[in-house]
């Protein structure tokens, strides 16, 4: 596998091409073509949480997974308090 940071990202994918990839995005949304379950929300505890958001587009035959982890307590360590990915 190969993680991309931002600048890889960049490189090859401009803001005008991510704003018409959100609007398609809306659009099928709204015309129920995609597979959005609800929100996977894990919580160890009172502060902490893990959040698992899967999705499916049937019209690109495009699938992804975002997982986030909150964690404010990083903020006192100097890391980030909501790291996340996109696969």
Request: no cysteine; net charge negative; charged share 25%.
């Amino acid at each position: 596998m190969r993680l991309l940071n931002h600048e890889d990202i960049w490189d090859v994918y401009s803001m005008d091409q991510a704003l018409d990839d959100v609007a398609d995005a809306f659009v099928a949304v709204a015309h129920g073509a995609t597979d959005t379950p609800l929100r996977t929300r894990i919580t160890p505890d009172d502060e902490r949480a893990f959040l698992i958001m899967p999705a499916y587009a049937s019209e690109v035959d495009a699938l992804a997974v975002k997982t986030i982890a909150i964690v404010p307590g990083n903020a006192e360590r100097g890391l980030p308090t909501a790291p996340a990915s996109v696969l």
